[in-house]
């Protein structure tokens, strides 16, 4: 079975602008999204500008600040001060990677955590690490749906996720444990990692190594979600987008698998959406 994102991220979509629609009959405004990008970063810019359309098409307002790389923290910070304040923004997403110059985790922390459409405050994280309605980062509640589809009930599966950050490894651990899978989290440290692997009833990849895991690592009737999006050569010239996961090989093991492109990334942009109108709802201005 291949697990379509692009198909279940249109379905979602098109049920957040149903709801946009309701909000807005009943004499509510649209709900409102501010995207902040520092720089030109080209993969970067794609985000954003999907962002903005589909924020759009499902009928919420789209705020861009399209700032450049040279912008000061200072300058940052006040702008998300600004955004906090602003009772027309429901959701602040300041697009990572920041310069380095700037500390991501500052800006991160600046942003009200009632606003903070991307889930990474640690006040968020907190909260969903204990068990509390939260804002849930964006890709791991992707995964989540994805993995839904190969079965609707992932309770006493066995779930390795390959990946310890904050954006998609720890949350989805969080998620997956909130569903009462028996959660493994894998990483760099791990020993003998295609065994861990092995032991999965669901393997996610969350490494950002183009193709690491192949059949290998693959358990027969496994669910397999490939979070990594790797940008590789073509042998014909030119580049193209593959997981963190041999796609060919592990399908043949897989009972179910994500594709590279057409997986996990469509979600991630829906699931933005639906906190953006879930902040809308819960602020209630
Ligand atoms: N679909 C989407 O919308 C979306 C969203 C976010 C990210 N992504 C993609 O997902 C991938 C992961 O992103 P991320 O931000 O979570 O990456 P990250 O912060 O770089 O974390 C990568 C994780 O992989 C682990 N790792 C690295 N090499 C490994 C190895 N050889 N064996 C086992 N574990 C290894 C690291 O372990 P240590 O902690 O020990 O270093 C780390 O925990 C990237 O390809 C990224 O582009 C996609």
């Known amino acids: 079975m291949i697990l379509d994102g692009k198909a279940l991220a249109a379905e979602l ?24 990008l520092l720089g030109s970063d080209p ?15 499902a009928g919420m307002l789209s705020f861009e600040h399209r ?4 912008t000061t923290e200072a300058a940052l910070l006040d702008l998300v001060a600004r955004l906090n304040a602003d009772p027309a923004v429901d959701g602040i997403l300041v697009q990572l990677p920041l310069p ?3 500390d991501s985790s500052r800006v991160i922390e600046a942003i009200d955590p009632a606003k903070d459409v991307d889930g990474f405050h640690p006040v968020n994280a907190g909260r969903l690490a204990t068990g509390l309605p939260a804002l849930v980062p964006c890709t791991p509640r992707g995964c989540v749906l994805l ?6 009930d992932l309770a006493g599966l066995h779930a390795v996720i390959v990946g310890r950050s904050n954006i998609v490894g720890k949350p989805l651990a969080q998620l997956l444990l909130q569903e009462n899978c028996t959660v493994t989290i894998a990483h760099s440290r791990t020993r003998d990692l295609p065994a861990v692997c092995r032991l999965a009833d669901i393997l996610v990849a969350a490494i950002g190594r183009p193709r690491m895991l192949g059949a290998e690592h693959v358990k027969p009737g496994a669910i397999v979600i490939d979070v990594g999006i790797n940008r590789v050569p073509k042998d ?4 193209r987008l593959v997981g963190d996961v041999d796609y060919e090989a592990a399908a043949a093991v897989a009972s179910a698998i994500t594709p590279v492109p057409g997986g996990v990334g469509p979600m991630t942009i829906a ?13 209630g201005a």
Request: charged letters at 25%; hydrophobic letters at 40%.
């Open 13 to 36: 979509r098109a049920n957040i602008a149903k709801r946009v629609t309701a909000l807005r009959a009943a004499g509510h405004r649209a709900p409102g999204l501010a995207v902040v």
């Open 43 to 57: 993969a970067s810019q794609v985000y954003v500008g999907s962002k903005v359309k589909q924020t759009e098409a």
């Open 67 to 70: 700032l450049s790389a040279e």
């Open 100 to 102: 380095k110059h700037i």
């Open 147 to 152: 993995a839904k589809r190969a079965r609707a």
């Open 236 to 239: 014909e010239g030119g580049t």
């Open 271 to 283: 699931c933005l959406l639906d906190n953006t109108l879930m902040a809308c709802e819960r602020r």
